[in-house]
């Protein structure tokens, strides 16, 4: 079991978390929804928007044949987006396993696909050098004993009534735990476990708030980490820990909690659906994407960046382009992204500081002034250049408290990034 280290003392975690020292530094993964919704394709909540009935809902199951499925291209398709880490849907709420479960018959070997999806994901992504994570839905909404007991509207009727009846947590709960018990003992060093999700002052129409007494939180967790001593958990479990999940919504600033820093990581979309969303024309572009990597990591977090691959098992071509964009940008500015947190400078407007070590990087998001004053850096700069060609880039001491440099470059570059070593390391 790892020990902390001061470095990592982080508001959030109890000591006996695992350390977090390489998903700090990796800062960017890839999120991947996968499950029978990728069939419908129309989001991966379906089931529960249209109350599409268990029954009605296992036509996707039976056509579930993802024949052109070869994980090793979307590990290959995530290295080369700069990504260090993946987070698979095992299981979403629809309840369907991707991998070979022994306690239920709802799993991929029961589909046409035949084989343990699961496994063969994990070996490629691997096999190219990213860290694994587990996302496990606690929500279940085809499993017999997941209660049906909120303020449904049609509570009173008979059909409701029928199906809501005789449900018990207890045998849903020895499930769910023993589900995690099988993700964490066959499939090797799991990094990573991201828990979806807890909701106890909310009533969900279908179900009353739930947390850390239905799922029996504390137990779990004990339980995930002897099998797993060293692997990271998100915030989800209801127990007040783990890493800090803001869903499709960057922070303002750093998450602190106590003056002490939290791990956080947000979750974002490509075009506002976790699942295969055919339809969809909603599509972040690639300069959007870079720019909230960028403003996560300016802010001490992390970026999970999701993907829904489709009923075939491939990344569709609007998604890959996407990832290859993000790509191209990685490869020339990963140095402003990779170990790098936030400074304690105080960016100038429409910009964004990232710091590694003395190299302070300034991001401009846009320039549309002759000059960027740089506040507080007034004789503690080396040397300055842009990132992606290591050119020169003159600026001038102005005032006691600033630096100013031109922005009326010959060649705006589309994206400009400026490596500034500074005299004192300034890390926080
Ligand atoms: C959940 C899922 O319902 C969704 O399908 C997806 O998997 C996403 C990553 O996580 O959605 C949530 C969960 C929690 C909140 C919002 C959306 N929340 O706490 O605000």
């Known amino acids: 079991m790892s020990v902390r280290t001061e470095e990592t003392n982080y508001a959030n975690i109890p000591n006996y978390y695992g350390d977090p ?3 700090i530094h990796d800062r ?25 009935h268990p029954d009605t809902y296992r036509k996707y199951f039976k056509h579930f044949e993802p024949d052109l499925y070869q994980p090793q291209k979307w590990a290959k ?24 479960s022994q306690l239920t018959d709802y799993k991929a070997t029961n589909t046409p696909a035949n ?26 909404w085809h ?20 199906k809501a009846s005789g449900r018990e947590i207890q045998k849903y709960r020895e499930y769910l735990h023993g589900q ?39 137990e779990l967790e004990k339980m995930i980490f002897e099998l797993q001593p060293d692997i990271i958990l998100n915030d989800r479990l209801d127990l007040g820990r783990g890493v800090v999940t803001p869903e499709q919504y960057q922070p303002n ?10 791990l956080w990581e947000a979750c974002q979309t490509l075009n506002g659906s976790w699942g295969y969303d055919r339809d969809n024309l909603d599509w972040k572009s690639v300069d959007m994407l870079v720019k909230m990597l960028i403003d996560t990591v300016s802010k001490n977090g992390n970026l999970l960046l999701n993907v829904g691959p489709n009923g075939r098992g491939e990344f569709d071509e609007r998604s890959l382009e996407t990832l290859q964009g993000i790509g191209q940008w990685m490869r020339l500015h990963s140095r402003s992204i990779y170990g790098a947190a ?10 964004r500081y990232t710091q590694r070590g003395n190299r302070l990087y300034l991001h401009l998001f846009s320039w549309p002034f002759k000059h960027v004053h740089l506040k507080g850096l007034s004789g503690k700069i080396e040397y300055a250049q842009f990132l992606h060609d290591a050119s020169e880039i003159h600026y001038k001491e102005h005032d006691p408290n600033e630096v100013i440099t031109s922005t009326e470059w010959e060649i705006a570059p589309d994206s400009v990034t400026l490596e500034l070593p500074v005299q004192k390391p300034n890390v926080t």
């Open 143 to 162: 499993h017999p004993d997941f209660p049906i007991d909120g303020l449904h509207p049609q509570r009173e009727d008979e059909a409701f009534k029928a």
């Open 28 to 52: 960017f993964g890839l999120f991947i929804h996968w499950g029978l919704y990728a069939a419908a394709a129309r989001h991966e909540w379906v089931m529960n928007r249209e109350k599409i």
């Open 180 to 218: 995690v018990r099988e993700l964490l003992t066959n499939y090797g060093k799991i990094d990573y476990l991201w828990f979806d999700f807890s909701y106890p002052h909310q009533d969900w129409g279908w179900s009353k708030g739930k947390g850390a007494e239905d799922w029996h939180s504390e």
């Open 342 to 351: 936030a400074s304690n400078f105080q960016a100038p407007v429409d910009c």
């Open 21 to 23: 020292t390489w998903l």
């Open 115 to 140: 084989k343990d999806l699961l496994k063969e994901m994990v070996e490629a992504f691997r096999e190219e050098g990213l860290k694994v994570g587990f996302y496990h839905s606690l929500i279940d």
């Open 253 to 262: 600033a750093p998450i602190e909690i106590n003056d002490l820093p939290v």
């Open 77 to 100: 398709a995530a290295k080369e987006a700069g990504m260090k880490y993946f987070v698979i849907t095992t299981k979403h709420h629809e309840g369907f396993a991707l991998w070979d």
